[in-house]
């Protein structure tokens, strides 16, 4: 028998296309929850028989009609799933609804099978995943690190392997925090692109639900099977889902250094500078903002309104159950029953304010990069202080919801201590597929294992043909709009190996330089671009290159061979030398 492969949609959908069964994939999901001997993961879990029921009753696979055919997902327990306790992590709230939220409805729609309910900071309320009355998630990577919250549960099921993906939400940096603290991705969608109906809310003018997966590429299918807009929710907004593609050269606003918040976590902010430098080296420019608005539109969450907010989602049940709340969960919500309408006007009018403010900084970039939390708490230090640790985990995180940007969290790496390195790349509203496609790269680009189950990370997508470019190709330069035109996408900025010699070409309109390869040893490396054309567009390009220079082979620094740009050997005659400059950029700019 075909051995269950890892848990990522693709190897999943090559399994079932080749034969292997749901049911078997069912029985390894039970296995696994039996390995990870986690109890405090899980609220509520589907019985085995009755998943294999739903399974079969999926039919034949299809992944083109049902795009997540037999694909395990877990769902936070403040979302509705017809027949599995909702409880918010407070017994004495447990109700069993009779419906589907939409956003889990329309997953089932498209064949994914819910394995259970998964355990939170109550009411959603904490991005440390303690404050919960039943056993605390253990962090996958670090078991001495808080899982994150609110939805601990959700990213440790995720990152533990348990499920392929799992459902969240996200207020404050639920859906980003746990996922970063796990070495997973976590996916913020755009404000009301995901239905809230059948989720009970906690700022219901902020809530999103959030997706956690494995990889970038299976939070992104699953945002597009889900992303449709509902009547029923008022929020709801009809948000177009583009395709996941590797963006070329965009300038990304990170905090000025003087405005960076790391607490003391001198890995963390080793680790986030080495994140940009890894972006300056994928081709994108990293502009510098100043970050003391966004920090003040933060401090706004935990304040006047949004508190005022939580508390009204479950007024009824807080003033008659107030001793069935978490003991800090209690105190956040007493604490806004003192708060007035005018207090909730008051912080109206300061949002309005930063966000005019603010928004020309957004403007001025593509999209902006922050660590997905400033450093990592363990438990005792969050036992010590519960309210401030809870705060500065939000620290890049708060302000995303009041300010209607996107956001996805993407792990880049380790730190130097071995934990987990984790970004967030956020963006205007409705432009989720550039964040994503960013987070991918970047992810693929760091060859991280993916969670904590020993798996690996998959191979990219066959889908396109790498194309080397050394002259009037590369970004900003005259003829790159071809490649643009041809909707290629950026890859990397590299060199060749040390086999190359660089010539500036006559008689050429725009001027081009020629790239030729030389015996072992009288050669350098020449400054050059990768870029991804679809095998069609690869073949119109190719046709369309003007001799003297050719499509051939060309070897990288790294051994790596890729098509590219050479020049036939007649075009060097009284062609003069230019390898010393290094590439064509630095020539250019000499010359200039």
Not at 241 to 252: S, T
Not at 483 to 506: I, M, N, P
Request: hydrophobic fraction near 45%; glycine fraction near 10%; charged fraction near 20%.
């Amino acid at each position: 028998m075909t051995p269950v492969p890892v848990f990522d949609i693709a190897a999943l959908h090559a399994y079932y296309a080749t034969g292997g069964s749901v049911e078997s994939v069912i029985d390894r999901v039970y296995a696994r929850i039996a390995e990870v001997a986690d109890p405090g993961i899980f609220l509520h879990l589907a019985d085995p028989a009755t998943l294999k029921a739903e399974a079969t009753a999926l039919g034949a696979f299809d992944p083109a009609a049902k795009p997540l055919w037999g694909i395990p997902f877990a769902v936070k327990d403040n979302i509705d799933v017809a027949g599995m306790p909702t409880t918010a992590a407070c017994p004495d709230y447990a109700r069993v609804p009779a419906a589907d939220a939409t956003v889990v409805a329309l997953l089932k729609d498209a064949g994914a099978l819910v394995v259970g309910k998964t355990n939170l900071d109550q009411f959603a309320t904490g991005l440390v995943g303690v404050r919960t009355p039943y056993p605390v998630p253990v962090n996958a990577i670090d078991p001495a690190l808080v899982p994150g919250g609110s939805s601990s549960g959700s990213a440790v099921a995720t990152a533990q392997g348990i499920v392929s993906f799992a459902l969240g939400t996200d207020t404050a940096g639920s859906g980003r925090v746990p996922a970063g603290l796990n070495n997973i991705v976590g996916l913020k969608p755009t404000f009301g692109a995901l239905s809230c109906t059948g989720v009970l809310p906690a700022c219901r003018t902020l809530d999103c639900v959030s997706i956690f997966a494995l990889t970038t590429d299976d939070a992104y299918r699953v945002f597009a099977a889900a992303a449709r807009p509902d009547p029923a929710d008022a929020y709801s907004r009809d948000i177009a889902v583009g395709a996941l593609a590797a963006p070329a050269a965009l300038a990304i606003g990170v905090p000025a250094p003087a405005d960076r918040r790391f607490f003391g976590d001198d890995a963390m902010a080793a680790g986030f500078g080495a994140t940009l430098d890894r972006l300056r080296t994928l081709g994108h420019r990293i502009v510098e903002l100043p970050f003391a608005d966004f920090y003040r539109v933060a401090d706004l969450l935990y304040e006047g309104a949004w508190v005022a907010e939580r508390y009204a989602a479950v007024r009824d049940f807080f003033d008659s159950h107030v001793d069935s709340f978490h003991p800090v969960t209690r105190r956040i919500y007493a604490g806004a029953k003192a708060l007035s309408a005018a207090d909730a006007f008051d912080g109206f009018y300061a949002l309005k304010d930063l966000k005019r403010r603010i928004e020309p900084l957004i403007a001025s970039v593509d999209l902006l990069c922050v660590p997905t939390a400033p450093r990592h708490f363990t438990r005792s230090e969050l036992n010590a202080e519960p309210i401030r640790e809870n705060s500065r985990l939000g620290t890049y995180t708060n302000f995303v919801n009041l300010l209607d940007l996107c956001g996805i969290a993407v792990p880049t790496g380790r730190r130097v201590d071995g934990r987990p390195m984790s970004v967030t790349l956020l963006a205007a509203a409705s432009r989720d597929g550039l964040t994503a496609g960013l987070a991918d790269l970047l992810h693929r680009n760091s060859g991280l294992a993916p969670g904590a189950a020993g798996w690996q990370q998959p191979a990219g997508k066959p889908d396109g043909i790498d194309l080397v470019v050394v002259g009037a190709h590369l970004r900003g330069m005259p003829l790159n709009r071809q490649l643009v035109d041809l909707g290629a996408t950026f890859v990397e900025a590299t060199r060749t190996s040390a086999s190359y010699r660089l010539y500036e070409l006559s008689g050429q309109s725009p001027a081009k330089p020629g790239l030729r390869r030389v015996a072992s040893g009288s050669g350098v490396g020449i400054e050059v671009e990768v870029w991804r054309l679809a095998p069609a567009a690869f073949g119109v390009f190719v046709d369309n290159v003007p001799p003297p220079l050719a499509i051939g082979n060309v070897e990288l620094e790294d051994g790596r061979t890729a098509k590219g740009f050479l020049t036939e050997p007649i075009a060097l005659d009284g062609a003069r030398d230019i390898s010393d400059f290094g590439g064509w950029r630095a020539f250019i700019a000499g010359r200039d």
